[in-house]
Structures are given as C-alpha cells and as structure tokens.
C-alpha cells in the first residue's frame, strides 16, 4: 500500500512539475510593445462586453492598467508573471510587469488576465513613480466580483483602485491578485 502511494505522489510531482516547466518556458508575455498594446487593447475589449460595470468604471478612471495574460504555476512553492500596459486616456503611458511568489498547499498552473482601474491622480502618481507597487501596499484596491460590481455606482466610488480578474483558465485551486508587485518595464 505505501509503495502505491509513493508511486502515486511521484507521478503526481513529475506531473506538476512537468507542467510548472512548460507554463514557464511559455510565452507569458508579449514579443513586442505593439504586441501588448493589441492583446491588452483585445483583452480590455472582451472584459467590458462580460462585465459593463468595468466599462463604467473605465469612463471615471485616471488610468487603466491592463494585464492581458498572467502564468502561474506552483507545486508548494509557486508563482506568477505577465506583462501590462498603463493607459491613460486612450494612450498607452508606460509598461508594467506583474509578478508573485507563494507557498502553501498548491499544485498546478492557470492562465488569467485582470485590469486594474486607477480612479485617483494619486493612485496613478503611486504607481508612475515608485519602483514597484505591491496590491495591498499603498493605494487601496478593490477586487471587484459579481456581488460587490452590482452594488456599485459612481456615488459608492470611493476607493483608489478597482480590479477585475478574468478570462481564467486552468486548474489552480484560488486566484489572488494579492501580494502581487507590479514595476515597470522598458519594451522594445
């Protein structure tokens, strides 16, 4: 009985790893600059016609930090990275990347994508101008869910930030955006 198990957990690590290479070796992020604009721009374009609320939060926002494609893989120790645009009215201000670190009871790998509205100019001074910003350090961000969107209008509007995650995609058990540290990025 024990040696089945310990084939089963061996075959269940080689797995995990297996997929934990592949998910990094992968192309996480774009090529080009005009690459991540197009697939932010696309990946905007499909958050608003599921979800009209980040349109609307789109209307009132100072900029808006699109993350197109995140890759997150972990087996007990695991991670997460992709890279982003800033916007800001309608033109594109700057690159970002998103990367996080965790450990714990994990194993698999997932795609997503989240938008992060920056409805104050100081949120947006935050993120301009320090060397990396932490969610969950400095302006306060909202993530914003089915329950929380319907109960939100421009008079509730009150916090820094508001994100949305989407297009997810894969077999992680949980999905935060928390503790992720987003800095820029120079693209050719």
């Known amino acids: 009985m024990k040696l089945i198990r310990r084939d ?13 290479v592949f998910a990094w070796t992968g192309p996480a992020n774009a090529a080009t600059a005009e690459d991540l604009n197009k697939d932010a721009a696309q990946a905007l374009q499909a958050l608003y016609k599921t979800n009209p609320v980040a349109e609307t939060l789109s209307k009132k926002a100072k900029a808006i930090l699109v993350f197109p494609k ?13 890279e982003g645009v800033l916007t800001k009215n309608s033109v594109f201000a700057g690159y970002f990347n998103s990367v996080s670190a965790s450990w714990g009871w994990q194993a698999g790998a997932e795609s997503y994508g989240y938008v992060v509205f920056l409805m104050s100019n100081k949120a947006v001074k935050y993120v301009q ?5 932490e969610i969950g350090v400095g ?3 909202v993530v914003m869910n089915e329950g929380v969107a319907k109960n939100l209008s ?4 009150k ?3 508001y994100a949305f995650i989407f297009d997810q995609q894969g077999l992680m058990a949980s999905l935060s955006i928390e503790g992720t540290k987003i800095s ?3 693209k050719p």
């Open 159 to 161: 916090d820094d930030a």
């Open 70 to 82: 995140i890759i997150k893989a972990g087996l007990v120790f695991g991670g997460s990275y992709g």
């Open 139 to 141: 302006p306060s961000v």
């Open 129 to 133: 101008e320090t060397k990396g910003w």
């Open 154 to 157: 421009t008079s509730t509007m």
């Open 184 to 186: 820029r990025i120079k």
């Open 8 to 20: 089963t957990l061996k075959l269940i690590l080689a797995t995990a790893a297996a997929t934990s």
